[in-house]
């Protein structure tokens, strides 16, 4: 382990150019016109005393203003807990951490693509197209030099198998969290311009943690699960009724005209009309036929076509969750003291929870007036349309982006459980913050967790952009 937070870095040959400042690392295509800022964002990260979390929003900041075809570059750094990772163009990047091997590449996405991959990690490699192989004595311990890629063991030179963040130079620990109440983070600036936006370090902002399950608070409401509901029962089905086609119809017979010839010439349509339904003998006159009628019943030999029918109607598509109506017949959580709809109050010990459809329970209202109407799942980030669940159908896309380049391709997951909204955080690189209702402070939230927020609750996705979740429930 360096003094830098890396093991051994070995450089891989080729054509492109390797940095390592700080223990932050670069690869990068010698070729790209925007080399010089490249480097010119490591090493002002590494003089900053920023860790990989801050290395991959500068490079996003000078990737976003490139015009044309994704520049070949990739970098990492350490971060609390991991290692953030960002892969742009015909870059690859492969992280071996706690999940196991984790591989990114720059193709995947319209832009770039990050991650952020929790520790302990115990192998990092960036690589261009074209780099080979390490040589087993080449190490890199700072500085740039010519190469296609570097790799990095993290357990070779008496390293440990975890990868820390570099100490803040000038910043002091953060007084211990208790686990049932985190103390907040300081609040963030706001971003004015793509320079690099002023945060606290990662050390600072308490990451939420849920509360012991030895100590877990009861139940807000009077039932908090299904579980809990009381029995339904269910009424027994009426035998099926055996229904037949009624007896046919007959009517008076009509005044049959008297016989003679008629009055005018026949027409010849009749006559081969006539000749068609099996009538012998001399052409006859159909208006001396005397009228029949005959009901037809569906499926019966003289039924007539039925008309094209049209699209047949969708099964419900909404998922059934247990709710109670109010006294208008109103579907609400079984949870709240009152309905959603009429505002009646709702008197749980007279309420029979059954299965019902999950009527929308809100919208989340994004800071540039975007909505999202909370009826399915939701997958927000900068590029979601390419995202595996979004293509098989199981989320709705959800395209947030923002000038500072913090917003993942990938970056957060919004899932509907029962009546729940859950946030759940998909590895990005600059995280994601809640602020509960009537609370000041901004929270982190730990990556691939779900967490259920409350109806007033502000989220903040990455460095810049919010979103509020409001419901009509009266909670």
Not at 51 to 65: C, E, I, N
Not at 147 to 175: K, N
Not at 230 to 236: G, N, Y
Not at 294 to 300: A, D, Q, V
Request: aromatic share 4%; glycine share 10%.
């Amino acid at each position: 382990m360096t003094d830098e937070g890396f093991g051994v870095v070995r450089p891989l040959p080729g054509n492109g150019l390797v940095a390592h400042v700080g223990g932050l690392l670069l690869v990068c295509d010698a070729a790209e016109a925007v080399v010089e800022d490249l480097l010119g964002a490591l090493r002002e990260t590494a003089a900053s005393g920023g860790d990989g979390r801050a290395l991959a929003r500068r490079v996003a900041q000078v990737l976003a203003v490139m015009m044309g075809e994704p520049v070949a570059c990739a970098v990492a750094g350490p971060v609390t807990g991991g290692v953030a990772v960002l892969v742009s163009g015909p870059a690859f990047a492969s992280v071996t951490g706690s999940g196991g091997e984790v591989q990114l590449a720059g193709r995947d996405a319209l832009t770039w693509s990050d991650r952020l991959v929790p520790g302990p990690v115990t192998r990092v490699e960036l690589r261009l197209p074209e780099a080979g192989e390490a040589h087993p004595l080449a190490r890199l311990d700072g500085g740039v030099i010519v190469g296609g890629g570097v790799w990095c063991d993290l357990t070779e030179g008496g390293a440990s198998s975890a990868v820390q963040r570099p100490a803040p130079r000038t910043e002091t620990a953060p007084p211990a969290v208790q686990p049932s109440a985190p103390q907040p983070s300081a609040p963030r600036a706001e971003v004015a311009s793509p320079a690099e936006p002023s945060l606290p370090p990662a050390s600072a902002r308490p990451e939420w943690s849920a509360p012991p399950a030895d100590s877990a608070p009861p139940a807000p409401y009077p039932m908090s699960s299904p579980e809990h509901y009381p029995p339904v029962p269910v009424p027994t089905p009426a035998p099926e009724l055996q229904l037949s086609a009624p007896p046919a119809w007959q009517p008076d017979p009509m005044p049959v005209p008297p016989q003679g010839p008629p009055s005018g010439p026949v027409p010849q349509e009749e006559v081969e009309t006539a000749r068609a339904s099996g009538i012998g003998g001399d052409p006859v006159d159909v208006r001396d036929q005397p009228f029949e009628y005959e009901l037809l019943t569906p499926g019966g030999p003289q039924a007539a076509p039925e008309p094209p029918a049209g699209p047949e109607p969708q099964p419900e598509s909404r998922p059934l969750v247990y709710g109670v109506d109010c006294k208008n017949d109103h579907f609400n959580d079984p949870r709240v003291p009152y309905c959603a709809v009429c505002g009646i109050a709702l008197v749980q010990r007279t309420l029979v929870p059954y299965k019902g459809p999950r009527p929308p329970l809100g919208v989340l209202l994004l800071d540039d007036g975007m909505t999202l109407r909370l009826d399915t799942d939701y997958l927000v980030g900068r590029d979601p349309e390419r995202a595996p669940e979004v293509a098989d159908g199981s989320v709705r896309p959800a395209k947030v982006t923002s000038p500072d380049g913090s917003v993942s391709r990938r970056h957060l997951r919004v899932a509907l459980d029962g009546w729940d909204v859950n946030l759940v955080d998909l590895g990005s690189v600059n995280g994601t913050q809640i602020q509960p209702p009537g609370d000041p402070n901004f929270y982190d939230i730990p990556p691939n967790e779900a967490v259920a927020i409350l109806p007033g609750t502000t989220v903040r996705i990455g460095v810049s952009r919010t979103m509020r979740y409001e419901s009509h429930r009266n909670r």
